[in-house]
């Protein structure tokens, strides 16, 4: 699948920029500025090249997806809220056809019933939850084919 050196689109979705003071007790009080650092610095140790971005706005993220469609080898992407009820976003996986990973920091099956749906997910190769940073981290070596299972 993807090898050495490969071109990795990381995608946040909205209010994930409030990181740190957004709901500590849920989300912990990480800053999104510290999460793409720790995330830059395993995609370092796994020689791949990540590009990072975080936007409030639905066609903004379609709008990037679209543009890394011939740059990116796999997207990570935590669509926030978007996950539950955002049609357009899960078609913007599809059109790009990339090897996709949705991934949540925190537990979505063990919180309020609407976040247990994602429509989403389908279109993904995985989605990894609950592990905070890790998520993301899973998501990666998912990408990258290291995960086992
Ligand atoms: C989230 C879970 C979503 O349900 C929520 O709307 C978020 C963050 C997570 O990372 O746990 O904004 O995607």
């Not at 994602?118 to 070596?141: A, D, F, M, N, T």
């Amino acid at each position: 699948m993807i090898t050495h050196h490969s071109r990795l689109l990381v995608l946040h979705g909205p209010n994930l920029n409030l990181l740190g003071s957004r709901e500590p007790e849920v989300y912990g009080t990480m800053t999104l500025a510290e999460l793409n650092s720790e995330i830059e610095q395993f995609a370092a140790l796994k020689r791949a090249e990540v590009r990072i971005y975080q936007s409030n706005h639905e066609g903004k993220l379609i709008d990037l997806i679209h543009e890394h469609a011939d740059w990116a080898e796999g997207i990570v992407i935590n669509p926030a809220a978007l996950t539950h009820y955002s049609y357009a976003l899960r078609d913007a996986v599809t059109a790009v056809g990339l090897p996709t990973v949705e991934v949540h920091l925190s537990n979505i099956e063990e919180r309020e019933p609407f976040r247990r749906c994602s429509v989403i997910r389908p279109v993904c190769i995985g989605q990894i939850h609950g592990k905070g940073l890790q998520s993301y981290l899973r998501g990666i070596e998912l990408l990258l084919g290291e995960e086992e299972g």
